[in-house]
């Protein structure tokens, strides 16, 4: 049987490799038999950053195979804490303390995928997303605690802001990119000239051009087409690398993404102009 400590030995030696690598299901790790005499194997979803839900071997000496039970591991880092409420006591979660009702202060170094409830990848459901921070907002907004007590008022306001924050940064790819190498230990603003190939440079030249000679809403269109399907294919593209911690092909693909999405921005622009002229 696999005791509490081996478990968490495991979460130590497994940490990095699991966020890196362990986006399906199935992946088989060997070298843990040295440990644990056993092989185990993870059934695993990574959901935001330190977060992941998987299932262990439980283990059988004879046949080298297990039955399983779930473990679910927040937050491997060092301060890791069990949270408690500030007024009662409980055992409580990210937003409200489930005894009490009440809210709770904001969690220090959570990641924006956390707050949101949303896997930590690149190609994330924005709509899934959207409905998160909608139900999010009802419940957080500081209209709704105007007449609770300064602390609440002061939680929530808090909460609402984080919120709103994780929101906008998630929801838009560049942002969310810069965010994903951030917690990689990558900083860069999202304003930042990252060097770009002098051919992507030539293309993107050309499609600005292209762009600005355009004199019907059909041709505009056909360029806003190309451009949504080549942000679609960059996104594909960099979630891969993300997967892989290949995060200097991430910061070349994002410069690459910064371009095409400002020539987007261009065709609604254009577009709008025609809707105004019309």
């Known amino acids: 049987m696999v005791t509490p400590h081996q478990l968490r030995r495991l979460g ?29 194997t993870f059934n695993s979803n990574v959901v935001g950053h330190g977060r992941y839900i998987c299932n262990l071997l439980h283990h059988d000496s004879g046949s080298q195979t297990v039955k399983y039970f779930n473990l679910v591991t927040k937050r491997l880092c060092a301060n890791s804490v069990n949270r408690k409420c500030w007024s009662c006591g409980s055992s409580a979660p990210s937003f409200f303390c489930p005894s009490c009702k009440l809210v709770q202060p904001p969690e220090e170094r959570t990641s924006y995928f956390e707050i949101m409830d949303c896997e930590q990848t ?24 105007s007449q609770r007590t300064p602390k609440e008022q002061e939680y929530s306001a808090e909460q609402s802001a984080s919120v709103n924050k994780a929101y906008r940064t998630l929801q838009k790819p560049m942002s969310r990119g810069l965010y994903m190498l951030e917690l990689q230990g990558i900083h860069l603003d999202e304003g930042t000239d990252i060097t770009a190939d002098p051919q992507l440079l030539m293309e993107v030249m050309e499609i600005n051009e292209s762009l600005a000679e355009t004199r019907s809403e059909d041709e505009v269109n056909s360029i806003g087409r190309s451009m949504r399907e080549r942000l679609k294919d960059l996104t594909k593209q960099i979630d891969t690398a993300l997967s892989k911690g290949d995060l200097q092909s991430t910061k070349a693909l994002l410069a690459e993404m910064k371009y095409f999405a400002n020539i987007e921005e261009k065709v609604k622009e254009k577009l709008s102009d025609f809707a105004d002229s019309a």
């Open 12 to 40: 130590c030696f497994y940490w990095l490799q699991c966020i890196r690598n362990v986006y399906g299901i199935g992946h088989r790790f060997s070298y843990p038999k040295n440990v644990f005499r056993c092989l185990v």
């Open 122 to 145: 690149f190609a994330l459901d924005t709509q899934r997303l959207q409905r998160t921070y909608l139900q999010l907002q009802r419940s957080l907004h500081p209209d709704h605690f």
